[in-house]
């Protein structure tokens, strides 16, 4: 089998994993969404901090930013790894696709009882953003032209 078609296979893999899993969060009731970014809250800090509303709130919104960068630096792989053949027109489809995810997620979730939210997208697609730019750094251009070709 062509080397780069498995490569293309397992990165695309990897956004559709992560797109699964940012889709299944979403389906999630506010009271499930609030019961595991309070137990978070329980494990990183003191109990007395733990069960605070604006700390879950943070929690979940930093939970919104990671996420989305993990989306995001898998993006940029793929971008990276069709940019020779497809050209520039593969990123701005690259920044279509996450900011589609983050739009359909926020829908997604204004059919359970959690309210959709402008402000997420917004920080949803500033981490996909990041992931971008964490994978557009040097050593991970030079991983994937060098290293993935060996798979």
Known sequence: MNKRIVKYGVLIGIVVAITVFIFSNSIRSYDASRNTSDA????ILPNEYA???AI???IRKIAHLVEYAALGCAVMLVVLAFHNDAGKKVCGAGLFYVLAVAVIDEHIQSF???TSSTGDIILDFG???IG???VKAEP??????HQVEDI
Do not use: Q
């Open 112 to 114: 359970s009882d959690r």
């Open 51 to 53: 069960a605070n509303e």
């Open 132 to 134: 971008f730019f964490i």
């Open 140 to 145: 991970a251009v030079y991983v994937l032209n």
């Open 56 to 58: 879950s709130l943070l």
């Open 127 to 129: 981490g996909a953003l």
């Open 40 to 43: 978070v809250s329980e494990i």
